[in-house]
């Protein structure tokens, strides 16, 4: 699996709707603006490695956890 953008916001997004949090509020508890999160989530743009470390544990995961998924 190649890591692009689009990918690995797909991955937060469903991982996120799996918990069944609201966009607003997942960007409340990781301390992102929403339209950013919504823009990754897209992948629109290129996340930092400390806004995807916030994402992740938000998420309640290792990374090994979330870099371990068969796109």
Same mark, same amino acid.
């Given at each position: /699996? !190649?890591? *692009? #953008?689009?990918? =690995?916001? %797909? &991955?937060? @997004? *469903?991982? &996120? +709707?799996? @918990?069944?949090? %609201?966009? &607003?509020t997942? #960007? +409340? /508890? =990781?301390? +992102?603006?929403? $339209?950013h999160? %919504? @823009?990754? !989530?897209r ?7 400390n %806004?995807?470390?916030?994402?992740? $544990?938000? +998420?309640? /995961? $290792?990374?090994?956890?979330?870099? #371990?998924? &068969?796109?």
């Amino acid at each position: /699996m !190649e890591f *692009t #953008a689009q990918n =690995v916001g %797909s &991955r937060i @997004r *469903t991982l &996120r +709707l799996e @918990r069944g949090i %609201s966009l &607003r509020t997942f #960007a +409340l /508890m =990781v301390n +992102l603006d929403k $339209s950013h999160l %919504s @823009r990754i !989530e897209r992948g629109e743009v290129d996340l930092k490695v400390n %806004s995807l470390g916030k994402i992740i $544990s938000g +998420l309640g /995961m $290792s990374p090994e956890e979330f870099f #371990a998924w &068969r796109g």
